[in-house]
């Protein structure tokens, strides 16, 4: 059925004040010293033309995946493209972390030739390659977080963690005049043993140790904020169709840790509360993990959509209870774990990208980092040649149009209409609306109040999984000199206006 929707920009209630750099992302360590990653997928598997099917192996996922893997460099840093795409997209918070971080050794005084890599890590990362990070972060106006090494090379699992190896990062950083501004102790910690921690490693284990990380922190760089968990899953958080009982990582990890499990006991205080979230697991796991897959069909369900914001409302409570008042980061977020799914790149993917960021901002304040700047399937720039993705030029708009203040919009979600509403960016007496008609046959009405601006979003020729995304009818694809295409907003008269299936729909009034 059609919906109708009425805008009253004079009458929506205040919630509260959204963290500015609610848009921000990953630079994985893999990229910063290259590594092993999922090849990508092929045009015809991300077009949907070519099918993508795994057969599962009784000798694991290892075995499984072999053939579907690649060893690639490390990303490079200065490239011009890129430094001039990532300021495009402004001041944020840029994370070097994930499970790579884990087990890498930070070679600064040159010990191992190249391809050595000490017993018990699984990487070394150079001088070169972490000032490449540092001048990449002072030069875009980033604010860095990481992560630190917690691996058997590091430590026992009976041993309690020792500093020297953190104390070498977070000192050559700041001598360097790029200070690391916020760290957690592990990658999705729940993974224990899997995540890279050391063999025989529990959750009582992780207590202690993230308490010796979080002391020597206050100790020694009191600014840096503390952040934690960042797990990816409690006893009632799945990835998938809870419906249907999704799947999360404790279907493939040896062992696994509740939120509960991680947080109950922990002495030292979090400056900021985070967790993990993906809408599903991508094609590549979903022979395996079956319940944790979302198909392309249903991308644009409510069902799928309402993923990101059942993890917040799970995780809320958790937040509440053993960190009071602290913000919410999801520290990775992305369509899909694995290295997301073949529609990803696509059109198709930005229901679920501005929908993530109207709903959380809605329920909480804080952070989100999209898993990746430029190195996977569901990165904003496609790796090697940096080309935007729609999602890169989505989170544009919102990043131009969306104010810090957040009201409730008074119209429930549903079908057609998912409206969120928060202050104009450039004129805080103005509202803008994001309105996504996620109908694939039903278009949406909407009253509006005043002469406004709109930007209207769809894939090219109206295709769902279109490479190319269009604003107001307009091919969004770069200049010259990787100049941005125009993203003004078209005037819009009072009355009523139709929006179409399947597009997303910013609206200043």
């Known amino acids: 059925m059609a919906e109708f929707v009425k805008l009253n920009p004079s009458e929506v209630k205040f919630l509260h004040e959204q963290n500015p750099d609610l848009v921000s992302y990953n630079v994985e360590f893999a990229e910063v010293t290259g590594g092993t990653f999922w090849k990508a997928y092929t045009p015809e598997q991300i077009a949907g033309t070519e099918d993508f099917y795994v057969e599962p192996s009784a000798d694991g996922i290892a075995a499984m995946y072999k053939d579907l893997m690649q060893v690639y460099p490390p990303v490079d840093l200065y490239n011009p493209k890129l430094r001039k795409l990532t300021k495009d997209l402004g001041t944020c918070w840029c994370r070097v972390s994930g499970t790579w971080a884990t087990k890498t050794y930070y070679d600064f005084d040159g010990e191992y030739a190249p391809g050595q890599v000490p017993e018990g890590y699984l990487n070394v990362l150079t001088k070169e390659q972490w000032i490449g990070v540092l001048d990449f972060v002072r030069d875009c106006g980033l604010k860095l977080k990481v992560s630190v090494a917690n691996c058997p090379g590091l430590h026992s699992a009976e041993e309690p963690w020792p500093s020297h190896e953190a104390e070498k990062l977070f000192k050559f950083s700041k001598e360097y005049g790029v200070p690391i501004m916020a760290a957690e102790f592990a990658n999705e910690p729940n993974m224990l043993e899997d995540t890279g921690f050391p063999k025989g490693y529990t959750a009582a284990h992780y207590r202690r140790d993230a308490d010796l990380f979080a002391k020597w922190l206050k100790e020694n760089y009191p600014e840096c904020l503390y952040v934690g968990t960042s797990d990816t899953g409690g006893a009632d958080v799945v990835f998938g169709k809870p419906n249907q009982g999704g799947g999360g990582v404790e279907q493939i990890a040896r062992e696994s840790a509740t939120a509960d499990e991680l947080l109950n006991g922990l002495e030292m205080p979090l400056d900021v509360f985070s967790y993990h979230y993906?809408?599903?697991?991508?094609?590549?796991?979903?022979?395996?993990?079956?319940?944790?897959?979302?198909?392309?069909?249903?991308?644009?369900?409510?069902?799928?959509?309402?993923?990101?914001?059942?993890?917040?409302?799970?995780?809320?409570?958790?937040?509440?209870?053993y960190a009071?008042?602290?913000?919410?980061?999801?520290?990775?977020?992305?369509?899909?774990?694995?290295?997301?799914?073949?529609?990803?790149?696509?059109?198709?993917?930005?229901?679920?990208?501005?929908?993530?960021?109207?709903?959380?901002?809605?329920?909480?304040?804080?952070?989100?980092?999209?898993?990746t700047l430029t190195a996977s399937d569901y990165a904003y720039l496609a790796r090697f040649v940096h080309d935007p993705r729609p999602n890169f030029f989505a989170v544009k708009l919102w990043i131009e149009l969306m104010g810090t203040n957040v009201y409730a919009s008074g119209e429930p979600v549903r079908e057609g209409a998912h409206v969120y509403v928060q202050s104009y960016k450039k004129d805080a007496t103005k509202k803008c609306y994001l309105i996504i008609n996620n109908s694939e046959t039903e278009t949406t009405t909407v009253d509006v109040p005043n002469d406004g601006l709109i930007w209207v979003l769809n894939g090219k020729d109206g295709v769902k999984r279109a490479t190319v995304m269009t604003l107001n009818g307009r091919d969004l694809v770069l200049g010259e000199n990787w100049e941005l295409p125009d993203l003004s907003g078209a005037p819009v008269a009072a009355g009523k206006v139709e929006l179409a299936p399947m597009t997303c729909t910013f609206l200043v009034v």
């Open 278 to 321: 993906y809408n599903g697991i991508s094609d590549r796991l979903a022979s395996v993990m079956p319940n944790g897959h979302w198909d392309a069909s249903e991308a644009n369900s409510e069902a799928f959509l309402d993923t990101a914001m059942s993890f917040c409302r799970a995780y809320i409570p958790y937040r509440d209870k």
């Open 324 to 371: 009071p008042g602290t913000e919410m980061w999801v520290t990775e977020s992305g369509e899909a774990g694995g290295g997301g799914s073949t529609w990803s790149s696509t059109y198709l993917d930005v229901l679920r990208t501005l929908n993530e960021l109207g709903g959380f901002s809605a329920l909480t304040k804080g952070v989100i980092f999209h898993n």
